[in-house]
């Protein structure tokens, strides 16, 4: 399975931006998953975010960060990003990168593995 570690998270006013990546473990290649990125704050469900395919040409989003997220990949340094500007105070959670191989990349039930998550705080 494979390991996935995430990071850039941090605190930040509302309307700031911040820079997530997620890279695989060393012997791990990326480019044998879709990747997505989910959010989950205090009780609230984990919800998908962004995801992009395998060769980074295909991109989804959740309708509440058109606009202002971007997903991306660099498969020569096996990391994932997601750029997130205008970020809203609503929007503090722990974000996950998660892997995986087929169905809704958006959907928790196609995720085949999970990092361990990086807090984003954002304050009024």
């Known amino acids: 399975q494979v390991q996935l570690a995430e990071s850039g998270g941090g605190s930040v006013q509302a309307g700031g931006s911040l820079r997530l990546s997620c890279a695989a473990a060393?012997?791990?290649?990326?480019?044998?998953?879709?990747i997505g990125w989910f959010r989950q704050a205090p009780g609230k469900e984990r919800e998908g975010v962004a995801c992009?395919?395998?060769?980074?040409?295909?991109?989804y989003y959740a309708d509440s960060v058109k606009g202002r997220f971007t997903i991306s990949r660099d498969n020569a340094k096996n990391t994932v990003y997601l750029q997130m500007n205008s970020l809203k105070p609503e929007e503090s959670a722990m974000y996950y990168c998660?892997?995986?191989?087929?169905?809704?990349?958006?959907?928790?039930?196609?995720?085949?593995?999970w990092g361990q998550g990086t807090q984003v705080t954002v304050s009024q």
């Open positions: 998660a892997a995986s191989l087929g169905g809704d990349c958006l959907a928790r039930s196609s995720v085949y593995s």
């Open positions: 060393s012997g791990y290649i990326l480019t044998a998953y879709r």
């Open positions: 992009i395919s395998r060769g980074g040409s295909i991109t």
